[in-house]
């Protein structure tokens, strides 16, 4: 039978943790599943979590009146979303919706935080971690605002 | 390429069909008296518009065919009148030019096909090429990466090339309404929905430059040679054999000695504002 420990040590964002580091997070996830079209959140939700994707993708959106659900980002099999439990106001900035049926793992972010918080050892670890995709988040953003595809003028 | 005369007279053909890509993209396809034109994957040919100007536009048909098909985004004069071309109407070629894709020299290879926006015309030559000595191949994959869901051109072929079970083709756009179902974001993170063996893979990249940088080092981060990756080129080609100087590009001549270079050669290049 696979353990919890055991797939969340698979997922790319937790891969190489220290055993014990990866215990406690442990602790804090659960598997979740969400059917095509489900709201796994909303934008100004409480966010309490962030999500690894192990199957399924996942739209990142914002909607725009007039213009309805407009997709910034897809997530899918290794990748995570969620970063907005991590600091104040800890509200979700964006939608997110199963494109497919999704399988992912949730980590409660206030039992993290909370974990963090006793243990920095432990928060520098996931906060380095965080603070990586954020820049790989960033850099990717930069790229699609320059619209590279666009016309030249 | 033949003589002088080939190289500096155009031929005078006339338009046969023309197809609509997307706004700002058409497909021409061209018949020339001299009959169907000889060119290997990767190469360009100096259109004109008569009365208008010249411009280096990518051939982007199946060489097996012979056909000559030309895919043209409207940006400028030049383009725009080509773009307008009505079958029937003239049209000046003079080429083939330049180095294309070695598509033969990466047979046994796993292959990687990378475009960005109007970039996946010039890599159309080389994925029919590797598509007809299919088992002679590896894996293929086909990254594709474009503004929008309505900007993505030859979009028939990639939904046909996707059905297929030995092929790999993964779309992404930079933004999408709700009804699109495939990948939002940039193409780089496409690499990494492929599994292909580092060291025998060869990567076919062509797209904006600043695409085609963070792709070679997106690959270069998954152990890929920069010897085996190899990058299409785009300068200010005229005369499209090397004389005139305008598509200098350091030590080369990107419509003699490129179009297509390997990154190796050019990394160095690539990083310098002037040129």
């Not at chain 2, 997307?22 to 008569?50: C, I, K």
């Not at chain 2, 270079?261 to 040129?275: P, T």
Request: net charge neutral; aromatic share 8%; glycine share 10%.
């Amino acid at each position: 039978m696979e353990t919890l420990e055991r797939i969340l040590g698979e997922q790319p964002f937790f891969a190489g943790l220290n055993p014990e580091f990866l215990r406690l997070a442990t602790g804090c996830a659960n598997n979740v599943r969400f059917e095509a079209g489900e709201f796994i959140c909303k934008e100004d939700d409480p966010a309490d979590r962030f999500y690894l994707v192990r199957h399924g993708h996942v739209a990142l959106q914002l909607f725009a009146p007039g213009r309805g659900a407009m997709t910034f980002q897809t997530v899918g099999p290794g990748e995570m979303f969620g970063m907005s439990w991590i600091a104040p106001p800890y509200k979700w900035t964006y939608d997110a919706r199963a494109l497919e049926l999704t399988r992912a793992l949730a980590v409660d972010g206030v039992c993290l935080r909370e974990k963090c918080d006793h243990d920095h050892d432990l928060g520098y670890e996931l906060m380095q971690r965080f603070l990586s995709r954020t820049i790989e988040s960033l850099h990717a953003t930069r790229v699609q605002l320059l619209d590279v595809y666009g016309a030249k003028v | 390429m033949g003589g002088l005369e080939d190289r500096t007279i155009p031929r005078v053909g006339r338009v046969s069909a023309r197809r609509i890509e997307s706004s700002d993209v058409v497909t021409l396809d061209v018949e020339t008296p001299e009959g169907p034109m000889r060119y290997a994957p990767g190469q360009f040919n100096m259109l004109t518009a008569f009365g208008v100007g010249e411009s280096a536009i990518s051939i982007s048909g199946d060489p097996a065919s012979g056909r000559l098909v030309h895919t043209v985004r409207a940006i400028g004069p030049v383009s725009r009148a080509l773009c307008n071309l009505r079958p029937g109407d003239a049209i000046g070629v003079r080429g083939p030019f330049g180095v294309g894709w070695p598509i033969a020299t990466a047979e046994t290879r796993d292959l990687l096909f990378v475009a960005g926006g109007l970039g996946l015309a010039p890599l159309r030559p080389a994925i029919h090429a590797a598509l007809a000595k299919r088992s002679r191949y590896g894996k293929i994959a086909i990254l594709y990466g474009a503004r929008s869901p309505d900007s993505i051109i030859f979009r028939r072929e990639l939904e046909a090339w996707r059905g297929r079970f030995d092929l790999q083709v993964e779309a992404t756009v930079d933004h999408a309404l709700d009804d699109w179902r495939g990948h939002v974001g940039v193409v780089t993170k496409l690499i990494s929905h492929v599994e292909f063996d580092a060291e025998q893979s060869t990567a076919f990249v062509c797209g904006p430059e600043i695409m085609m940088r963070f792709v070679a080092q997106a690959l270069v981060a998954r152990e890929m040679r920069e010897n085996d990756i190899l990058l299409s080129m785009e300068r200010n080609m005229k005369c499209g054999y090397g004389q005139c100087g305008h598509c200098q590009f350091g030590p080369y001549f990107v419509c003699r000695d490129g179009p297509v270079f390997a990154y190796e050669a050019i990394k160095s290049l690539m990083a310098l504002r002037e040129i």
